[in-house]
């Protein structure tokens, strides 16, 4: 699993704080802390900074690439500041994240892109927002995305779509479409195209103690169909030990057998079934129900787990 | 050629709830309301007989409303002027309970003393509703619930910010609470888990989904109605309540309802529109999955009547 680290962003009060600060010492801690994690590249989402981008990109890429290797994605909705950005990376090959299938960002991100060498994150997502059904979210690759990546002659290799994950608390019958979506990704072009989500997005507006495994529970069942990328928290130790489960295959106790088990389930495009479950063990007993309301079996609510 | 309609099989059902004791359970009415109990989508009566058809209530309020269309006023006349002549009345034009809705200017004295002269004028089952601000209603439910102790009461508006208070004196004094939530199902559901966690027997909820007038977001209502009853077929325990539906309150603030003058003459004529609304939005409820339809106006109430004893025969 390739993990784009998400911890620098500015949602996060102390990121803000140390922005407001310019404490380069803050975020190349937090940098090296997430590759020695396991982050394959880090995020940088900082907002838009429409007024200081032009200081602010450079100072970032700077003070990172002073203390890590790995690509760094640039996560933000005003294109001159991944210019600024871009223009300072020396080091591994940058990350755009991201223009979506809008007329606007479509025509300036890609050529940013490729001007500069970059990947980049393409959401599907058009002017009308985000459909709910896969096979519309797939169209938009395929039908508007890709074919005007064609035209200008983008290195598709560089090309990485990002089918949008929503939350289960308000958006729950897109849980189970995002799912469909990937799957589909993955035949929709020869090479299949890169396919990254932003995991977490799937617990947004859930109890904080409740969304580390509402976020596993939906890597189990998008490693099933073949996610290889994802921006995560890479400190996030069960996670990362769900990755590991199912990429070694690892059955040797009841909640590795379990996590491989609804990957297995997913990817055969069947869904988990009771008997897959020792519903005696709390822990299994909780994933079950995870499951059923990421796959929209069941109404989803804060307290779904008590009842 | 023999055509073989197909059914679905569902495991789930919604609780069996009922409103209203009589004196042999503690309480004074004469008659008691029993909903819920259905197997399927309303009226499939090929997949599962309904055992209970929707039931009519008519609001009635504290004291005279100052904001009510013309129309409603001179239909009820002077029966209005009391809660108790505004019950009778309410009961000869064939409700089956009551919604005594309690306003913002009623103390907890005055809002009992509405109660009681209800629950005296007539032996139906009776629901209390406050004004909806969650402090005031805590004030006079609370008031209520205690003077009306073992009626079996339809107590609300039981929402997020106030459940606690209105489930605890429900359980203290053998009531039932309305379960309101804002047009959500995840927050409808959320809420009856809280209520039940709190010792509150399920057969003594009864949720408000909250709803839109026809015209003014009615289809949101419906597919949250509908997704809720879905869910409860489908065997989950918390969604499995009769719905309450705030009919009147919603119709009748439509303009179509309000506005008698300045509009198209195409709309045709105002008192016969009004009641028209009132019935359209009942009866596309009714569809959703409506238990408990709360309407205003008498000739509403003998119309959706006469539509539901159809459905139920179909």
């Known amino acids: ?307 | 050629m023999p055509i073989e309609i197909p059914k679905e099989k569902w495991t789930g059902k919604v609780r069996v709830v009922t409103l209203g004791a009589t004196a042999a359970e503690g309480g004074t009415r004469t008659r008691v309301v029993t909903v819920g109990g259905q197997a399927c989508m309303p009226f499939l009566h090929f997949e599962h007989p309904t055992p209970h058809p929707p039931v009519l209530a008519i609001e009635i309020k504290s004291r005279p409303p100052t904001d009510w269309s013309p129309i409603l006023m001179e239909t009820w006349g002077e029966a209005i002027r009391n809660p108790a002549t505004w019950a009778a009345a309410a009961e000869a034009a064939g409700a089956e309970m009551f919604v005594l809705w309690l306003t913002l200017e009623d103390t907890p004295e005055e809002a009992t003393q509405a109660v009681r002269a209800v629950l005296g004028a007539s032996g139906l089952p009776l629901a209390v509703f406050g004004p909806g601000q969650a402090e005031k209603d805590n004030e006079l439910l609370v008031a209520v619930a205690e003077a009306a102790k073992g009626e079996r009461l339809l107590l609300g508006i039981c929402e997020d910010k106030n459940y606690r208070t209105i489930v605890a004196t429900a359980l203290a004094n053998g009531h039932l609470v309305s379960a309101r939530s804002p047009m959500d199902v995840n927050l409808a559901k959320q809420l009856n888990i809280l209520i039940t966690d709190m010792g509150l027997p399920a057969d003594r909820i009864i949720m408000d989904p909250t709803t839109g007038a026809l015209g003014y977001g009615i289809e949101y209502g419906y597919s949250v109605m509908e997704r809720l009853r879905l869910s409860a077929l489908q065997g989950d325990s918390m969604t499995q309540f009769p719905m309450l539906v705030t009919v009147g309150f919603e119709a009748w603030k439509t303009k179509e309802a309000k506005v008698g003058e300045g509009v198209p003459a195409s709309w045709g004529d105002w008192q016969q529109r009004a009641i028209d609304w009132e019935i359209g939005t009942a009866m596309t409820l009714i569809e959703a999955g409506a238990d408990i339809l709360v309407l205003r106006h008498p000739e509403s109430v003998k119309r959706v009547k006469a539509a539901i004893t159809e459905l139920m025969t179909a």
Request: charged content about 25%; overall charge negative.
């Open chain 1, 1 to 307: 699993m390739y993990i784009i680290g998400e911890n620098i962003h500015i949602i996060s009060e102390k990121v803000k704080e140390a922005l407001a600060n310019r404490d380069a010492e803050f975020f190349m801690d937090l940098a090296v802390r997430q590759v020695e994690a396991g982050a394959k590249a880090i995020d940088i989402n900082l907002g838009p900074r429409k007024k200081d981008y032009a200081e602010v990109f450079p100072w970032i890429v700077q003070a990172l690439e002073s203390v890590v290797d790995v690509p760094l994605c640039i996560d933000t909705t005003n294109v001159e500041a991944m210019e600024a950005a871009l223009q300072k990376i020396t080091k591994a090959q940058p990350i755009l994240n991201s223009t979506s299938a809008e007329p606007e960002r479509l025509e300036k991100i890609p050529l940013l892109a490729k001007k500069y060498g970059a990947k980049m994150i393409a959401l599907t997502m058009g002017s009308s927002g985000i459909p709910v059904e896969a096979d519309a979210r797939v169209e938009i690759a395929v039908g508007t995305i890709i074919p005007h990546l064609m035209e200008i002659d983008f290195p598709m290799e560089n090309l990485i779509i990002d089918p949008l994950v929503l939350t289960t608390s308000g958006c729950q019958q897109y849980c189970p479409q995002l799912i469909e979506a990937v799957r589909m990704l993955k035949y929709a072009w020869d090479p299949p195209p890169m396919v990254s989500v932003g995991l977490s997005n799937v617990s947004n507006a859930v109890p904080t103690e409740n969304r580390p495994l509402i976020n596993r529970v939906y890597l189990a069942m998008l490693m099933g169909v073949g996610l290889e990328m994802m921006i995560a928290n890479p400190f996030d130790q069960k996670q990362n030990e769900v990755i590991r489960w199912i990429e070694s295959r690892d059955t040797s106790t009841p909640l590795a057998r379990v996590y491989n088990k609804i990957a297995e389930r997913i990817q055969e495009g069947e869904e988990p079934q009771p008997e897959d479950f020792d519903m005696n063990d709390p822990e299994q007993l909780a994933i079950w129900k995870t499951t059923q309301i990421l796959l929209n079996k069941v109404i989803y609510a804060d307290a779904y787990l008590t009842n």
